[in-house]
């Protein structure tokens, strides 16, 4: 049965939405999260705490959006004990998810090479028009990414999240909104890649590279910083499709 309230379009993560309350914007963000598989039935979400400084809003609007959330049926919220994904299918998906499922008929390879020529165009672009304020979020995520060495699904939030911000730096909208969908191709295989031993303190010390680049602003060695990441994540994403 599906729920008349969840929009037609769930807003990718990091975008902006005009006349939407944040309190909504993050609803939708989580929405689109549990959608896309990015987190999936039995999942935990983050603490309100967390998800606040991982997302950049008030606890306040964390709380508030998941009890959207809750009323929609998407998430369960118990006294005493983290929010849990109850559902995930029946919503209407946003437009990125669709284009999501077009990506599922090429091959890892395919997709991956598109990733690597895409990406690098937007890093390097985003290492030249990069504020201050986005170094500092971009490093306020790493500070957390610090903590979640054993909290997978946690991780992968605030790996989207730190992806999506520098995504947003780059100034051509189409290629940032391409990579966006690029990144989400074969999400529930970086959720089992990430459970894998060592596999989130690799990707965290990948994201201390990329962050470091482009605290230098130094085009070239974002690209070979992120470069490096994405051949790390396809590698480890073909190892858990193989098995």
């Not at 769930?10 to 005009?18: D, E, F, H, N, T």
């Not at 006294?79 to 990506?103: K, N, P, S, Y």
């Amino acid at each position: 049965m599906a729920l008349p309230d969840i929009p037609e379009r769930v807003p990718a993560l990091g975008s902006k939405i005009i006349k939407q309350t944040v309190k909504e914007q993050v609803s939708d963000k989580l929405a689109y999260m549990i959608c896309s598989g990015l987190l999936r039935v039995g999942d935990e979400l983050p603490s309100e705490r967390e998800l606040a400084m991982t997302l950049g809003v008030s606890r306040e609007t964390a709380r508030g959006a998941i009890q959207t959330l809750a009323a929609r049926g998407m998430v369960e919220v118990s006294q005493g004990a983290r929010t849990r994904v109850i559902r995930a299918d029946g919503f209407a998906l946003h437009e990125a998810v669709a284009t999501l499922r077009e990506l599922k008929n090429y091959t890892p390879k395919t997709v991956f090479e598109a990733r690597q020529v895409v990406e690098s165009a937007v890093v390097r672009d985003a290492a030249l028009h990069i504020s201050d304020e986005t170094l500092g979020r971009l490093e306020n995520l790493l500070t957390v990414q610090a903590t979640l060495f054993d909290d997978p699904p946690a991780f992968q939030i605030s790996d989207r999240e730190f992806h999506e911000t520098i995504y947003q730096n780059c100034k051509n909208p189409l290629l940032a909104k391409f990579v966006s969908d690029l990144y989400a191709y074969a999400l529930d295989v970086r959720r089992m890649a990430m459970t894998q031993p060592g596999a989130i303190k690799r990707s965290y010390e990948d994201h201390l590279q990329v962050y470091e680049a482009l605290r230098s602003r130094n085009p070239d060695a974002v690209v070979d910083a992120m470069g490096s990441h994405l051949v790390s994540v396809y590698n480890t994403s073909i190892a858990v499709m193989t098995k």
